[in-house]
């Protein structure tokens, strides 16, 4: 059982305690300060890696959906890079974005007569660096079979490179039989 002096002494000692002194508050902001230090390069790294993911997915994506055009249509559709969402980049540039479109000519290029299947708009190009190898570097071409066929009627298999600031990146191949896939790279 507490006597009365007790109890006085904890009543006492919780109405002096209202809030912290100036020391303890600015010992706490040093050590959020150093640890938000320490995190900021984490989490920078972390962002690129996204980055990094997303448009490999999103080209990947855009692959697949090209591919299902091709069997659906049993036509040529053609991928490719673009930064104004109607022509195709002759740099072979794809940081800028890509468009596919059902290529009936089997030119590799669109013309104003060739149908827009859609168009994905990359906002990363001062960001991230994608590439192709020689055989996708200007398109990427499926035909009604779902196989990727050059204009010439050859074999078109080869790879992407997507690239950050980071050492690592992800590469985007295309196999002999058209279906993309992914696999990190270093960079």
Known sequence: MLTPARDLREETTMR???????????????????LATLAAPAFS????????????????????????????RNQRVTLCPSSDGETCRADGNWAYGWIWFA??????????????IGYEGAELQD??????NNPVR??????????????????QMGSFTVCGNAQEGRRVIVSSIGRPRSEPVSC
Do not use: F, W
């Open 127 to 132: 960001m991230l660096s994608i590439t192709g």
């Open 45 to 72: 790294e972390m962002l690129e890696r996204q980055r990094i993911i997303g448009a490999t997915n999103s080209l990947l994506n855009a692959m697949h959906l090209a591919r299902s055009e091709a069997l659906k």
């Open 16 to 34: 002096n305690c209202k809030g912290i002194t100036a020391i303890e508050l600015m010992v706490a902001l040093g050590v959020l300060a150093i």
């Open 138 to 155: 200007d398109y990427v071409s499926y035909v009604a079979r779902g196989t990727t066929q050059r204009t010439n009627g050859a074999l």
């Open 103 to 116: 290529d009936p000519t089997h030119s590799g290029e669109r013309s104003d007569e060739d149908l827009l």
